[in-house]
């Protein structure tokens, strides 16, 4: 097909609900390592790694070879037969949970089913049915996980479930309280006592979070915000449920898991993304009495079939042969610094954020009254792919560009994207002194 059957192929045949970024979509021909290529043969450097799923790079030689092994081996066999690659990957798992202390695994094929399965053992387990989750949240798009998620635009159609209620999120740079902090005392965290006293039975079953919200602009909270939250829920019977669909495997640096920043011990890890590298997988990995709570017999299809599962371990061992851990703490280091540079020179830049390779700006028309600069960060990510680099979008007002490269790119990566970056920030922040704005969607 060429670019433009492919461009009307996509109108006439999906639901309209399947946006793409850019007025035109973009249409990707292939892709190797920290690159993709669009139809046209135009090269791009991907800084958003497929939304934060692109951990190793594009079609990883290593992982690749054992994928290519499977296929010729066996592609499915269901839950009902045991094989290998599950087993492999649930063992190994089992050994980098934080503290050792996460060793049942249930693998689905998506971040939502992730954390529906989550869910579900969190009732089983508590005997409760609550659920409180945290504004600005993103976890999925099943009728549940679309309740859990916090942001108006992603619930679409469905009345929300009931029995979730949703806490203030750390979003220090715009305070729910108007507070500051250290000063502030981390006031939303305490305040979840009076969200379960006055919006819950007061039994509770679980508190799902993101160590960092992903969708929601990839928001960081203060150090103290999760023990805080995870000592007052528990107080009501919950767990807790660490959404690392986006977080995990490295991506915040050094940690295998981001919740492992914070210093807090959760009972039910979800992932997805990252974790095959772009082939679909879901993980629920549970402490053994919550996963054993779940009496009677579930089923998923294709969860955990060989060629996800073998993508999986492959990706894992390629993480640690290869150290990416560090390497992602180094040069998301180096590439925070270089943000924090530009923030200086550029007034559109309000605020910078997030952890390892995983960060974000917040573009603002003025940093006084931080007005959401929207459309100019539309114009950003336009010119940015102009410029052959490929950014990620986020945030409620969709004012924040999100940063997550392959985890083994070098700071030479960094450099050429900071480069274009700095260029496209003076256009769109020149364009916005003058009150002129270019008319892009998306
Ligand atoms: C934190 C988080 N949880 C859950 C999901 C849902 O994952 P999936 O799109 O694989 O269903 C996402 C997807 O972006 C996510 O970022």
Redesign the pocket.
Known sequence: MTKDEIILANKEHLFPAVFHYFDEPLVIDHAKDQYVWDADGNQYLDFFGG??TISVGHLNEQVKAKVHEQIDKLWHVSTVFANEPQAALAKKLAAITPNGALTKSFFT???????ETAIVAARCYTGHTEVIALRH??????AM?MTLTAQANWRLGQAPQPGIVHAHNAYCYRCPFGLTYPRCEVQCAKDVDELIRTTTSGRVAAFIA?PI???GGFITPPKEYFKIVQDIVSQYGGIFIS?????AWGRTGEKWFGIEQWGVQPDII?S??GLGNGL?I?LTIARPEVADSMKGATISTFGGNPISTTAAKAVIDFIEENNLRKNTAEVGDYMRGCLLDLKEKHQIVGDVRGMGLLQAIELVEDRRTKKPATQATSELMALMKDRRVLMGKGGLMGNCIRMSPPMNISKTDVDAMIGQLDESLSVVGERLSHGVTQTVSR
């Open positions: 939304i934060v094929n998506s971040g939502t089913e992730a954390n949240a993103y976890h999925g798009r099943s996980a993101e919200q992903g969708v959404d690392e669909v986006q977080t979800t997805a993304k679909p879901g």
